[in-house]
């Protein structure tokens, strides 16, 4: 057990966990767009996935804490890795220079990371951890994005979370060792295909149920 903890107290466990971590949040947001693509099927057919999905009961809402939880793991040690990799470089560099795989979704990881953790909570606050004894699933999204504030905020939470994906999956199987010539670049289109698949899939949700309903 000591070795298990000596691991992930370092900088490499460290590292295995955010991939871990991260690589299950994917495939959550491919099941989750799954489901919510029902939605182009009409109210019954949204409703339908979601009492399957809540039929299961206590399993269900276990298993939102634990994506909590999973989250909350996922930031804090991003953010101590962040932290750790400033203090070994208390001098930033003058020149900025995008060479090495340094993009826009690599350099706001961090920042991106917090934010999406901060839209989770906001989003099981009005879709999940609500009451829904006397509404459907679709009567609380469709009165949700009835909002434009809420429908602005989703769509740059999905925007953020294409970022994200985009250089966290990729990055998730270079920790855990498929950094090679023969699968990277692979694995590399692999990872903007899903951002962009994410960020539209989710992104045209509310706007489907604001403007073509």
Known sequence: MNWLVATFRSSIGKKLLMALTGLSFVGFLAVHLAGNLTIYGGSQAFNAYAEKLHSVGALLTVFEFGLLAFALAHVLIGLTLFIQNLKARPVRYHIDKPEGGRTLSSKTMPYTGILILAFVVFHLLN????????????????????????????????????????HGFWSAFQTLGANHPKYMPAITTISVLLGIAFGIGFGLLPLYITFAR
């Open 127 to 166: 879709f999940s951890f609500v009451d829904k004894a006397d509404r459907s699933i679709f009567t609380i999204v469709s009165t949700a994005f009835q909002s434009p504030a809420y429908v602005v905020v989703y769509i740059l939470a999905m925007i953020l979370v294409a970022l994200h994906v985009r």
